[in-house]
Structures are given as C-alpha cells and as structure tokens.
C-alpha cells in the first residue's frame, strides 16, 4: 500500500467508549481512493462502532480523521456526508422509510434537501433519477413506485445500496451488505463495487464472508477487542490466518461432532401455503434430527418459517406435533404449543433492542418470574439471565445492559437464548448466523446441537449451503415457493444442492 498522504482516508488513535464498555482503543486506519478495504473482526471488535464513528453516528471519539492530507471534523451524518462518506448498514429497516415508494427512498436527500423554496416535487422526473439510478447499478425488477415494505429483504438491501449511490461519494463504506443477497445480485453488487473503484472512489467493506473479500478487496484491517491486530495487503494473508487474526487462536473444527441419536417424527406440516410464497409445503421432522430448509434469496424459506410458527394470518396448513392436531394462528398460539422461531431479522423480530438483556432472554418466559402475582421476582430473573449469559458466551458488561449497544453476534446469542429456558420443542432457525463471525457462529452451531441432543426437533434455514451440510441430518431444497427435493445430507453435496436451489431436476 502506498504511503502518499494524498487521495487516502486516515483515522488517528480513535477511542471511544459506552456505559461499561471501551468499544475503541487507539486505533489507527487508512483506506486508500480506488480501492477496496476490507474492515473485519469477530462480533464485538469494533468494526461497526469504527465505521459508526467514520459516518458520524458517534460524536463523543477521541482521535483524528483526515481526508487527502487535511483534517476533517466528522461528528453528524451531514459531516460525513458533506465530506463524501456514505454507509450502507447491515439493518436495512432502520434506514428506510417504509411507507414512502423505492424511487422516494433512493432520492431521499434531494426531495428533503433539494426542494427548499419549491412549492411542488416533480414526481416524474424524481422517478426517473431513481430509475436511472437503477439501471447503473444492473437493478431490474423493482419499481420504483412500490412502497418499500412491499419488497423482500433483498430488495430493500439493493434500494439502500442505490439510495448510497445517488449521490457522489469518496469513500463508500458496506456493512455486510451481501447478506440477504443472491448470487446474482452479490455479482451485481460487486460489479458495481468495481466500477465504483475504476472511478476512484474507495471502497470499505465489512463482510464475514471470506471469500468475498479476496474476490472484490485489495487491502485488509482485522480487529480484536477495540484494537487493529493486523493490516496488510489481502494477497498476503491466507484464509486461515485471518481466522486466527480474528479469534486469537487457532479455530478447530467449523462444526461439532454430533452423536446422532434420532428418534420417530415427532413434528409433521402438511399442505402449507402462503399465497404465491410458499406453495403446498409437506415436512416432518423426528426428534433429535436437525433438518435443513435449503434454497437461495427468494426461494420462500422466511416465509415457510413464519408460516409454521403462525406469524401470516394468509398461511394455511395441518400441523402436527406429537400426534396431536395444532390450530396455530399466532405466534402466541405457537409458543403455547412448544413452537419456537429465531428470526432473520433479528432486530426487528428477534429481540428488543432498547431493552436489557435480562429482559430479553426472559421474554419468553417471563410468567416463570411473578410467582403468580403482577410483581416479577427480579432476583430470579437476573440469576437465570446470568446463566444464560455465561452458558451463551454472550460478551455484555452485565445483564442490565442495553442489546442495542451489544454486536451482531451477541443479539444473535440472545435471540436464540431466550428459547433456551422456555424449552420449547420445535425449533425454528432463520438464516441464523447472517451477518455473524466465524467464533460466534461455532457458538451457535454447539447451541443448536446440543438442543437435538436433547432431542428437540429443528428446522435450520439456510441459503449457506456449506451450513447445511455441516450441521443437518436431512435436507429439504425450496425453489419458487415448494420442495423441490428432499436429500439426506451426508449423502449429498453442494453442487445437488445447487442445482434443486436453481431449479434444476426439479421434484
């Protein structure tokens, strides 16, 4: 990497920190113009709270930032945005407005910024620039007058990236942003990411998806507790030192070794339909078994998912659970038969993050606490949050703190955990890992099986085909809302699994 102090990004001993937690120490960082950097570190490194402090969410930091030699103040959104500095974060929701259409969203800024003075909004042609927008980055298939809770997950991801887009930047930093994408639209992504570089603009990527990086990055930071463990050319560095960079040690192992003691079908779903989403699904599962729900973005996994657990009021189906009947038509209705999910969007669905983390990994079972009364026994509440605490490996400064200020990894700990005490029978795994770093994943995976050890049955959907085979017994592969086939997993492999994701065979 060059040494020139001009067309760079430098950030000088950045520290900062939150009620109980040194988040930043002294770190040092610099991304070039033209390239593409990548950001990364297990959950809790700073990566995020880094890139927070880069886009101006943060205000309270120690350190410096400069741009092309010169020393920038960077303590608003606008401050960075001025500068040329846009993020993309991973949760989507948060950033868009879902009641206003995609071209509204995308053009954001200019119709709240660029119509000062005016008396009326030229609709088409702010239509026609979020088209055109688009169409750059190879987006097809979006309207822009759809409103934006209309559009599946991918589709809200594609319109912040193009939102980001809009508008000129010099450094364009992505927080895990390809993962709610397909194969396709990751392609896509990165075409643009190349074309964004050929125009000089620079490039920060955060992705726990490894060989992403060596495929669209040149450089690389790897962070560990606050602090920059390594920085180096990418081509330098092998996969599995950037591993041990990350976790301090040497990783065994990606997923556990499991004594499969399967038992009969113990769940069983038959006829599941959700409109066009999911079409006519039949499965069961035994007791003990981890089964896999394969399939790409769109394929209908999500939406199987909350249709087992009765979070559609449009779903239908027979559901069957040790041979009696459910009528499930809430999620209330689920949890009260045994019936758990861990969400996709973990934020929005999985905990509540201006909450404590007692209080989340207790929500589910809060009734266990009030000893039959209105008052909770918040002795006990804080022992068995405790537990939970220590037994899930989550990184909190106590139980009393806030989930919205813990990282990605650790909600995703807690969105799981708080399942744990209410010992449920089924349960149900959205995509659970996105967005989670190697170490906590193997967390999560020891989790799911020590449940089918204790012979629960699990659902585990996944568009990571490597997870399916690694941890499931038995594979269902969804494509255009149905099962297209069913595969015992060790006796697959993931181009089979590919090719009934793609629509290949099918049934």
Known sequence: MGESKTSALEMSRISIAFPGVQALSGVDFRAEAGRAHALIGANGAGKSTLMKVLSGAYDHYTGDIRLNGRDVRIRSPKDAKDHGIQIVYQEVDTALIPNLTV?????????????????????????????????????????????????????????????AASRECRFLVLDEPTAPLSSGETERLFALVRQLKADGVGVIFISHRLPELYEICEDITIMRDGRVVARDELRKMSQQQVIEHMLGAKLEGQFPDRDRTIGEVRFEAKGVRDGEKVDGVDLTIRAGEIVGVAGLVGAGKTELCRALFGASPSAAGELTLGGRRLRVRSPHDAVRFGIALVPEERRREGVFVDESVAANLTAATLSRFTAGGPWIAAGKLRDAARGLIESLGVKTPNESA?????????????????????????????????????????????????LARRGKCILYASSEMSEILGLTDRTYVMYDGAVAKELDTRSTNEEELLLYSTGGMKR
Do not use: C
Not at 426 to 448: N, S
């Open 402 to 450: 806030r989930v919205r200020n813990l990282s990605g990894g650790n909600q995703q700990k807690i969105a799981i955990g708080k399942w744990l005490l209410a010992d449920a029978e089924v349960y149900i795994f959205d995509e659970p890992t996105k967005g989670v770093d190697v170490g906590a994943k193997r967390d999560i995976y020891e989790l799911i099986a020590e």
């Open 103 to 163: 071209g509204e969203n995308i053009m954001l800024e200019t119709l709240v910024h660029g119509m000062r003075g005016k008396q009326l909004v030229g609709w088409r042609e702010l239509h026609r620039s979020a088209r055109a927008v688009l169409d750059r980055l190879g987006i097809d298939g979006i309207p822009t007058r759809k409103l934006v809770q209309e559009l599946t997950l991918a589709e809200k991801q594609m319109t912040l990236i193009a939102r």
